[in-house]
C-alpha cells in the first residue's frame, strides 16, 4: 500500500469523525436532563452542552431562609451538571466508534 492510499484514508477517517463529533455535539445542544434538590422543592431543567433552561422552586420553599434555597438550587444544578456530563462521554464515545482507532486512543477526541 503506498503512503499517499494511507494519507488519504487518514484525511477521511479525519473528516467522518470530525463530523460525527458535530453531529453528537448538535444533539447533546438539545438533549435535556432534569434535576431536582430537596424533594422536589427545586427544579433544573438543563441541556447536555450545559446550558440552563430552567429552574423552578416551590413556593412553599419562597418562606425559608435564602441560603437554604441557594443551596438547593445549587444541589440541583451540580446534579443536572452531573448527569449531561455521563450523556455527554456517552454520546462522544459512540461518535468516535467505528474509526478504527486504537484502544483508549478514542477517549482523546
Do not use: W, Y
Not at 494511507?6 to 460525527?20: H, I, V
Request: proline share 3%; glycine share 8%; charged share 25%.
Amino acid at each position: 500500500m503506498n503512503i499517499n492510499m494511507l494519507m488519504q484514508q487518514a484525511q477521511r477517517m479525519q473528516k467522518d469523525m470530525e463530523s460525527n463529533i458535530k453531529k453528537a455535539k448538535e444533539e447533546l445542544a438539545k438533549t435535556e436532563v432534569h434535576a431536582e434538590a430537596g424533594g422536589g422543592l427545586v427544579k433544573v431543567t438543563m441541556t447536555c452542552r450545559n446550558v440552563v433552561k430552567r429552574i423552578e422552586i416551590s413556593p412553599e420553599l419562597l418562606q425559608d431562609e435564602a441560603d437554604m434555597i441557594e443551596d438547593l438550587i445549587a444541589a440541583a444544578i451540580n446534579d443536572a451538571v452531573r448527569q449531561a456530563e455521563v450523556i455527554s462521554e456517552e454520546k462522544l464515545q459512540g461518535a468516535n466508534s467505528g474509526m478504527g482507532l486504537p484502544p483508549g486512543l478514542s477517549g482523546l477526541f
